[in-house]
């Protein structure tokens, strides 16, 4: 028997016939899997966190995942949620596709928002978990001047893709209070915004991270 390995499926595609290719986050790598007849298995499915094992390690063809289950989640049947979470869990694909040997942090990033998901409003999580992994990755910018034109930024602020500061009229787009966004960036927490700035930072998320 090989060792169980847990994993989020990243993406999946068809390959020949019923065949698929998987792409799966585990605590210590990003891999591609071969799965002869996925196509039939409900468990290869964008998003899951899976068990697996591993055969054909070390061939000139894909390693192939074996012995599937699935660790679910209670919200799993909210279609909303379930939506919600797979446009989050999509945006690491082109996040991670060329990384192979990574650090847990990623894995226990999703770990940690899936156990969160039913219990508060799945935006604010996404937002709380991507700005936690802009400050993982050294991309957080806490800078008040606008990343545009380089002057300082006064009571109002927009937000560039990856959280980067901006002046609204510099991006001709809306703003959110300057005071509440760089509490949130050093907080790391959404309790002080409202559903509508948390709507905001969740659409600059799903430009990708």
Not at 46 to 57: P, Q, R, S, T
């Amino acid at each position: 028997m090989g060792c169980i390995i847990k994993g989020f499926i990243l993406s999946v595609r068809k390959a020949k016939n019923e065949d698929s290719i998987a792409l799966v986050l585990s605590p210590t790598e990003v891999r591609t899997y071969y799965r002869f007849f996925g196509a039939r298995h409900s468990i290869l499915q964008l998003g899951n966190l899976i068990d697996f094992e591993v055969e054909g390690e070390g061939s000139s063809f894909l390693p192939r995942l074996r012995s599937l289950s699935h660790m679910g989640f209670p919200w799993l049947f909210d279609k909303n949620k379930l939506l919600l979470w797979h446009n989050f869990i999509k945006r690491f694909e082109p996040h991670l596709k060329d990384a192979e040997e990574i650090d847990s942090f990623y894995f226990d990033l999703l770990l940690s928002a899936a156990k969160k998901w039913d219990k508060q409003n799945p935006k604010r999580i996404v937002c709380e978990s991507y700005i936690t992994l802009l400050e993982y990755e050294g991309r957080l910018h806490h800078d008040e001047h606008c990343y545009i034109c380089e002057n300082r930024i006064e009571e109002e602020i927009a937000l560039m893709q990856s959280f980067i500061p901006a002046h609204p009229a510099c991006l001709y787009t809306s703003a959110l209070p300057t005071k509440k966004v760089l509490d949130f960036f050093r907080t790391k927490k959404t309790v002080f915004l409202e559903d509508y700035e948390v709507d905001y930072l969740f659409e600059i998320v799903m430009k990708g991270l």
